[in-house]
């Protein structure tokens, strides 16, 4: 069973910096591509990013693109998103995600199989 552990959250000001990570364990993590998601209280889940199980795409929502990087280390079996330019609209829970690896990179929370528990990011103006 695939398990999934963040790290990382924390409270940082506007124009700040953090760097996510999740810990991956309980199947090949190279075979699988990985998303990160957010959800703010009362809303639903947002994509934030994904990338390809072998590191050879990755894709963003529009509201961060420019802004955070989403990268992995298949030695290490650990996923990043390094968080730049912080802005208060970015405060929410931070997920990780899982999915047996496909043609496409998804970006819907259906697309995904395993999640982990997330990791709480606050942003203060």
């Known amino acids: 069973q695939v398990r999934l552990v963040e790290s990382g959250g924390g409270l940082v000001q506007a124009g700040g910096s953090l760097r996510l990570s999740c810990a991956f364990s309980?199947?090949?993590?190279?075979?699988?591509?990985m998303g990160w998601f957010r959800q703010a209280p009362g809303k639903d889940r947002e994509f934030v990013a994904a990338v390809h199980w072998a590191g050879l795409t990755t894709t963003y929502a529009d509201s961060v693109k420019g802004r955070f990087t989403i990268s992995r280390d298949n030695a290490k079996n650990i996923l990043s998103l390094q968080m730049n330019s912080l802005k208060p609209e970015d405060a929410a829970n931070y997920l990780c995600?899982?999915?047996?690896?496909?043609?496409?990179?998804?970006?819907?929370?259906?697309?995904?199989?395993?999640w982990g528990q997330g990791t709480q990011v606050t942003v203060s103006s």
């Open positions: 309980g199947r090949t993590f190279s075979n699988y591509d």
């Open positions: 995600s899982a999915r047996l690896f496909g043609q496409q990179l998804s970006s819907v929370p259906d697309g995904y199989d395993y």
